[in-house]
């Protein structure tokens, strides 16, 4: 489209005003963590290193961070097989209710994640408890699976839309067994999708505060429900900033393995 | 006792029935752990603060391996204990009845708990952990819901809750009030004052029309106030920013907005306030009884009830918590520890339930249930 | 007629099968109520290079589709030379195919895709290195063997496919319209290539397309597909000199079709006449017709210059409208715009059609 | 004529019969899409149909249950009271309507952002400035979501950054409120917004931008009458996010929404005390959801998410 | 020759504008390092029908766009009928496109997709609805004016973007390769369509496209680009009878390179001559050459039937291979391969090229 200077012109500020309304309050973060106030008074008046130091010593953030990485890994394992599994079906076969399958992949992300939340817990409370299956880090688990499918499944379904079927045909006609065609032909196909939809999906789990409040048992603490118990108490408050500092910064490390990814596709 | 008037508080007197439950006789051999649900700062092993540690040397001595869970809300606490995973819990007053009264905490058997006879007397058999004689609950320790203000934004120390209150308050959409159903006992309390035809005595007591009275002035309040908070670090910068010129909160509040250099200051005005008290109760169930005891015992003790308090701000429960250091001496005057003059004027939490725990017995009261939809409507 | 050129036949040539490499019978194919592909029947010889020729839609994909065990069929049977195969996965017949758009496996250097298949049979990897050489030398392109398939243009894609294939080795080969995406001078160029690689290796070739001077120049017989059916099968001049339907013959380049007064003038029965542009040459007025020749008075209409040839719209007494095709060469005739002119060709060019 | 074939066939590379597991599974499975189907269905649909669905189902049920109004205790006695409490007290009702709307807000304010900056990424910004900003939008996705409700209660703090930001211009930040919670939310889905509209709008070619301003049309006529009607999809798609998420959301409300009472607010202060209540409640979000999903569905966004 | 015959020329039969419907002077493209169109004069007069023809990435749709104004020009001035539209805005500017995807609006119907320019110009309503039905009246659409434009055909989907433009009436239409999407059939049926509603409607047409043929048979006169630049501009007989350059020459139809020995005995000069296939015929061994006629004594080698013409490969004596092809008329030579022959063609047909 052929746009006139000032229009361009006015484009570019709003964009750059976008991109510093993003960014703005994150960097606000990073500075409150040297904030030299426990509750973050703005501006800062005075600067210290001090809640990094109490941080590094922080041996309940790392168990959280623990407790995080375990859970969203497996979340994601599961969500990962599953969401390409409906993916696969939604996308290669014709059937009855193939509408509702998609909208019921779709719901657990957009039902209100206190419903789920609730849900799960009556469930293991009420049914499973009884069967020996209580509240534990699987119940945190089956919780953010259940919610990450989505990701996984919207990106792989993308994908496999897009994927000439005609490579499986012709590895088929190579000789290829069913087997092989899926490992050698298809899944080196999706892969960056797969692989992206686990990005998001880990992100998401990792993320998450709702539904693990209500899955989760005693002393589980998953990083987010960590944070969020800290920032009720006044003497972690500032060390809760260095978390979400090293946080924003970390969030560097997906960003750029999905791009990547994504960039690849393209070529 | 709550409100200085021992009659209402005490044994037996509010006739709520509860279920016979028998208590401990003995503390036996250590089971090997005991699962612990909490206040943030209560039960603490030096992983989020290495300066706060009281549970290794606990787990040390008792072999009792301590499994914490960090309750947010009392809801929450009565919710997890009714799980029956747990074998303990720090209740608030207003978590205390609903766990008795259900069935979920057994009768605490004090000779086993040596340390309990330090226990400040203002806060021994109270109504919200003692019924029909037995006691259902170690205190841990207790504070006072004050008014805080702003010195930048309030000139002069106010002597009264009515700013938060009165429709024509200078203070319109600048304060601050409790987010939670037990609030209604604040504005129950400034009525107690301002309006006592309505013949409120006990503000955890309101028939249906008291509490009509309370949630027509909270809804005057609600147009008010600038924000309802429920956790402290919100309090904190609220107050300490001027964002909130004044309003409801705990000492510990105030004392961590002046350490960031907030100008902020406390009274416990004339009406009186509310308060809170928490005391450890032990699941009727504990798979872990003996721990549970230890821990009970242990965390009374004059050093690690110091720590504790401290820890979280409060008044402590052991009197000798305050002795012993500069440190104590200090914390204990801050938060007015035995100073039972101050506690007279505050209404510790207790379950609002259909006994009336004032005694009346001619009308039935609203429970919490009510108080709970009340407080939704408040807040439209 | 000049029947002994008709046809660059390399079977005259090469050590060719006897008997069918491939025959269907009786296939049908359905997708839910509508049928691509009715009751056929079709037998293709051993060594040929043949032809599925057919406007869009008339089932040619469909037909190579199930010979190459992509789809099942309706009904019917199918035959790789006499065993049958119509329920066998495509993993299991020995067919190979060069898809329309190549379907090179993208993650794969054209090395690997074209060893692919050897690989999967587990042929030794030194043996496998030198087919690979072997078949990229055969479709001319040794050097590309480390790049992907993305690092390579439209004719040499199609190279690298029809390498794949070929490299098994395979009984009968499936092109479905492998040039299909190529731009006309590429199309050209790869037409020749495939022709001489056909002789090379002697084997079976079923090509589709839709254009029709691809499948005259390149086949030894062509079937001609229409909605499912085959409307005639036959040499490249069988069909383009002796169209048995009037779809045949209009879909084989352009064609006067006569029918009426005209038609009875011409073969004395009214039914529908058929006469190629290019065999009508342009006569003085009043000429009389040489012995065997058709001659039809008629006014030049409209006159289109194409580069090698000129067409002629030209109007009869009776109403019809015939296109002539004149080739630009040093006898090409001069007529204007208006001009009366004698339309002759040889009567034995007037085909009843159906 | 030419004369075909009469030489006999060289031996056919005949392919060999093969055995090993995984071509006996392959036939097998190649014979049979509905087993594979059924296969791959089995465990999602066990997974979500009947352990999530179910754990709705039970929770649908507990919403006519009563409770003990002094233990709080669940009694699985059938009434009907919850749902007549939270369709007769306004207070529910207000609180409904007050987090559509919110929800609504954002979902609007997410898409007048979305819409001016797709325009720009796609159409006209360089190739790198258009990466770049792919990752800058996509970046605080991952930046954890209590950081950004939290960095948000210090930016509209009193006196704080927003205040401070808007001093010069003699303005002030809303503070916290309804105002402020919409922001927040808005800043949260953002990118859910951003970024299938970006894409769409790359998706839509060139030409017909052209072919908009060939016929006359000016530049934002072009964007009216040919862009928003083709990012419509997408639009719809990215407000299942913002829309959904927003009205779920209590945290930020806490956080940032002064004394705003959101549905969310209601079912967790319910959740433990009164578990039917907060079941019922729960069913409005419910019902709203899947209503909205289904009208996006019918618009064919559901595939775009 | 028959220069009068050679293109169907509106231009004679029409009231034509005067002077240069369009006109660049020096104009030049660049993108970044890359000139994508050098210094470029080109006047196309009004009423004419005129291509760009062009192999791919020559520069054909960068000086459609420029006139249209959706690229700025980097240097050089564009006139519209003698005013000078460098700077205007696309909708500022008297032209309208057809583009090569059509770009019609997805979520507009086809009336409103027709009617979309009125609108903007707020056309009343009634006057719109009637022109709309005009204009479909025109393409012979008129059934289909309330489908999506998902809903129609390529064919039909190409007269709509037609009727879409010159609803507006502009005094030039640019076409960007309209039949290039469309199979063969229909891109045959819609030249003529085209060529009709041109003369119809007696506007300029500036029309794009890479197929020689649809160049040489639609023109008034033709450009040929390669590499940003013309190589040569003239009507289509002026470019296939007489083209400049060797890219001209080869890009036009197929021809014969002759260079060396065979290019002095049959010019005297060794520089490049260019001798179209159908030119040349066949004749017996020893057949004297009549007078002008160039003969070659040659061979053979492969014969290739392709319908209505055959095509023969002859090597000569000198090592050369010459293209021959015979329309297969009455007149048809039968040469085996393997024959000796005479290649015969009038010498006026030998072009030296550059
Ligand atoms: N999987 C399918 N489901 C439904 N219909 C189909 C399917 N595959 C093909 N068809 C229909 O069968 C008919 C024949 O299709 P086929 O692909 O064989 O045509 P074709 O002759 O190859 O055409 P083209 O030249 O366009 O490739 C078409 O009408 C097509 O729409
Ligand atoms: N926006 C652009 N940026 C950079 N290079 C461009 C751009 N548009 C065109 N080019 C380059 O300019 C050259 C001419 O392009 P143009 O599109 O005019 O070719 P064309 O003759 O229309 O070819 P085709 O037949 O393939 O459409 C090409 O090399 C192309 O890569
Ligand atoms: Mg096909
Ligand atoms: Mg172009």
């Not at chain 1, 008074?41 to 922080?58: D, G, K, S």
């Not at chain 3, 379907?103 to 054209?110: D, E, M, N, R, W």
């Not at chain 3, 290539?193 to 254009?211: A, C, P, S």
Request: aromatic share 10%; with cysteine; glycine share 8%.
């Amino acid at each position: 489209m052929r746009l006139s200077a000032s229009a361009k012109i006015t484009l570019r500020v709003f964009a750059g005003l976008v991109m510093a309304a993003i960014y703005l309050p994150l960097l606000l973060v990073i500075a409150n963590s040297f904030n030299a106030t426990t509750s973050g008074a703005f501006p800062i008046q005075e600067f210290t290193t001090r809640w990094w130091v109490a941080a590094w010593h922080n041996e309940g953030v790392r168990e959280a961070l623990w407790t995080s990485l375990k859970v969203a890994s497996v979340a994601t394992v599961i969500a990962l097989l599953l969401g390409s599994m409906v993916a696969f079906a939604l996308s290669r076969y014709d059937f009855f209710g193939k509408n509702t399958i998609n909208l019921l992949v779709v719901l657990p992300i957009a039902l209100p994640g206190i419903v789920t939340g609730v849900a799960l817990n009556n469930t293991f409370k009420t049914v499973l408890e009884p069967l020996g299956i209580g509240l534990g880090l699987f119940s945190v688990i089956v919780g953010h699976a259940t919610f990450c499918i989505v990701m996984v499944f919207n990106n792989v379904q993308a994908r496999l839309g897009r994927m000439n079927r005609g490579l499986e045909e012709a590895a088929m006609d190579m000789g290829a067994n069913v087997v092989k065609t899926f490992f050698q032909v298809t899944f080196p196909g999706f892969r960056s999708a797969f692989v992206a939809g686990g990005l998001l999906a880990f992100a998401l789990s990792f993320d998450e505060v709702v539904v693990t409040t209500f899955t989760a048992p005693p002393g589980t603490e998953t990083l987010p429900i960590w944070i969020f118990n800290n920032m009720a108490r006044p003497n972690q408050a500032p060390v809760v900033n260095v978390i979400a500092a090293v946080l924003i910064v970390a969030s560097m490390i997906p960003v750029y393995l999905s791009q990547r990814l994504t960039g690849d596709d393209r070529k | 006792g709550c409100g200085g008037d021992a009659s209402t508080s005490g044994s037996g007197t509010t006739g709520i029935q509860v279920p016979d439950l028998p208590m401990a006789s003995e503390v036996g051999e250590s089971e090997g752990q005991v699962n612990i649900i909490a206040w943030a700062g209560f039960v603490e092993d030096g992983s989020t603060n290495p300066d706060a540690d009281w549970v290794s040397a606990f787990e040390e001595e008792t072999k009792c391996q301590v499994n914490r869970k960090v309750g947010a809300t009392s809801d929450e606490m009565v919710q997890l204990m009714r799980s029956g995973e747990y074998d303990l819990v720090s209740a608030s007053g207003d978590a205390s009845l609903r766990l008795i009264a259900g069935g979920d905490v057994a009768p605490i058997n004090t000779e086993l708990i040596p340390n309990f006879g330090n226990i400040v007397d203002g806060l021994k058999g109270q109504v919200y952990d003692t019924l029909n004689g037995k006691s259902y609950g170690v205190p841990i320790g207790r504070g006072a819901n004050v008014l805080m203000y702003n010195t930048d934004h309030v000139a002069e120390a106010p002597d009264s809750w009515a700013p938060l209150w009165e429709e024509d308050t200078e203070y319109a959409g600048k304060t601050m009030a409790y987010d939670s159903p037990i609030y209604i006992a604040d504005a129950a309390v400034y009525l107690m004052a301002t309006q006592p035809d309505l013949g409120i005595t006990n503000p955890y007591a309101l028939d249906a029309d008291q509490l009509a009275a309370a949630v027509e002035l909270l809804k005057t309040q609600n147009g008010l106030v600038g924000e309802y908070w429920n956790d402290a670090l919100k309090a904190v910068s609220s107050i300490s920013s001027g964002t909130a010129h004044m309003g409801t909160g705990w000492q510990v509040i105030v004392n961590l907005a002046q350490g960031d250099g907030g100008k902020v200051e406390s009274v416990l005005p004339k009406e009186g306030a509310t308060g809170w008290s928490d005391t450890w109760m032990i699941a009727a169930e504990a798979k872990n009884p003996n721990c549970a005891y230890k821990w009970m015992d242990y965390a009374s003790s004059a050093e690690v009830n110091a720590q504790i308090s401290q820890n979280f701000g409060m008044a402590p429960a052991n009197a000798l918590a305050c002795e012993g250091s500069d440190a104590n001496a200090a914390h204990c005057e801050t938060f007015h520890a035995t100073d039972e003059e101050y506690y007279k004027q505050v209404w510790m939490w207790t379950t609002p339930v259909e006994q009336c725990v004032d005694g009346r017995t001619d009308v039935t009261c609203t429970n919490y249930q009510e108080w709970t939809k009340a407080w939704t409507e408040v807040k439209g | 007629m000049r029947a002994s050129t008709a046809s660059l036949s390399p079977a005259t040539e090469e050590p060719a099968l006897s008997g069918d490499a491939i025959s269907l019978s009786s296939v049908t194919k359905s997708f839910g109520e509508f049928t691509a592909v009715k009751d056929l029947d079709l037998d293709i010889r051993s060594g040929e290079f043949f032809s599925l020729l057919g406007p869009s839609g008339s089932g040619k994909t469909t037909v190579l589709r199930m010979v190459a065990g992509f789809e099942p069929v309706t009904s019917g049977t199918i035959k790789l030379h006499g065993t049958d195969v119509t329920s066998k996965a495509p993993f299991e017949r020995d067919v190979n195919t060069v898809f329309q758009d190549y379907a090179l496996f993208p993650h794969l250097t054209v090395a690997q895709n074209v060893g692919y298949g050897l690989k999967l049979r587990k042929t030794p990897k030194a043996d496998r290195e030198r087919r690979v050489a072997e078949a990229l030398d055969m479709v001319r392109l040794p050097q590309v063997a480390g790049r992907l398939p993305s690092q390579l243009s439209g004719g040499q894609r199609q190279r690298i496919a029809l390498a794949r294939a070929l490299i098994l080795r395979p009984q009968v080969l499936l092109l479905d319209e492998p040039l299909g995406a190529l731009d006309k001078q590429l199309r050209e160029q790869m037409q020749i290539e495939l022709k001489q690689i056909q002789r090379e290796v002697g084997i079976t070739f079923i090509f589709v397309t839709h254009d029709q001077e691809e499948a005259l120049t390149l086949s030894d017989r062509v079937a001609v597909f229409n909605n499912g059916n085959i409307e005639q099968v036959g040499t490249p001049e069988d069909l383009y000199e002796r169209p048995a339907t009037r779809f045949v013959a209009t879909f084989l380049g352009s064609t006067n079709l006569v029918e009426g007064e005209l038609a009875r003038q011409l073969t004395g029965t009214d039914s529908l006449v058929s006469i190629r542009p290019e065999r009508i040459h342009l006569a003085a007025p009043g000429t009389p017709a040489p012995e065997g020749f058709s001659s039809v008075p008629a006014t030049i209409e409209e006159i289109v210059y194409t580069g090698p040839t000129t067409r002629y719209v030209a109007s009869t007494a009776t109403g019809d409208r015939l296109i002539v095709q004149e080739q630009n060469d040093s006898r090409a005739s001069a007529a204007s715009r208006g001009d009366a002119v004698e339309l002759q060709w040889p009567a034995r060019f007037n085909f009843h059609v159906s | 004529m030419a004369v075909i074939h009469e030489t006999p066939p060289p031996p056919a590379a005949a392919v060999q019969p093969r055995n090993s597991l995984g071509d006996r599974i392959s036939r097998m499975l190649y014979a049979r899409p509905k087993a594979r189907l059924t296969g791959l269905l089995l465990l999602p649909l066990g997974w979500l149909g009947v352990l999530y669905i179910g754990s709705l189902i039970l929770l649908f049920i507990t919403a006519f249950w009563r409770t003990d109004s002094f233990t709080s205790k669940v009694i699985p006695a059938f009434t009907l009271e919850n749902f007549i409490e939270i369709i007769t007290v306004p207070a529910y009702q207000q609180t409904a309507l007050r987090t559509i709307g919110i929800a609504l807000a954002v979902t609007v304010l997410c898409a007048a952002l979305a819409l001016p900056l797709g325009l720009y990424m796609a159409k006209v910004a360089s190739p790198k400035m258009r990466a770049a900003l792919a990752i800058g939008i996509t970046l605080p996705l991952w930046a954890g979501y209590l950081v950004k409700v939290f960095s948000w209660r210090i930016t509209f703090s009193s006196g704080g950054p927003l205040d401070w930001l808007l001093a010069p211009l003699g303005l002030a930040g809303p503070g916290y409120g309804t105002a402020a919670l919409i922001i927040t939310l808005a800043y949260l889905w953002f990118p859910y917004m951003a970024v299938p509209v970006y894409n769409a709008f790359r998706q839509i070619p060139d030409s017909l931008f052209d072919a908009s301003s060939d016929l006359g049309a000016k530049a934002w006529s072009t964007v009216w009458t040919v862009a928003v009607p083709l990012l419509k999809p997408a639009f719809v798609a990215g407000s299942i996010f913002t829309f959904s998420l927003s009205l779920g959301d209590y945290i930020a409300a806490q956080f940032v929404g002064g004394k705003t009472q959101v549905i969310g607010t209601v079912i967790a202060s319910n959740i433990n005390l009164n578990p039917p209540l907060a079941a019922a409640f729960g069913t409005v979000p419910i019902l709203v959801v899947v209503l909205y999903l289904f009208l996006a569905r019918k618009s064919g966004a559901l595939k775009q998410l």
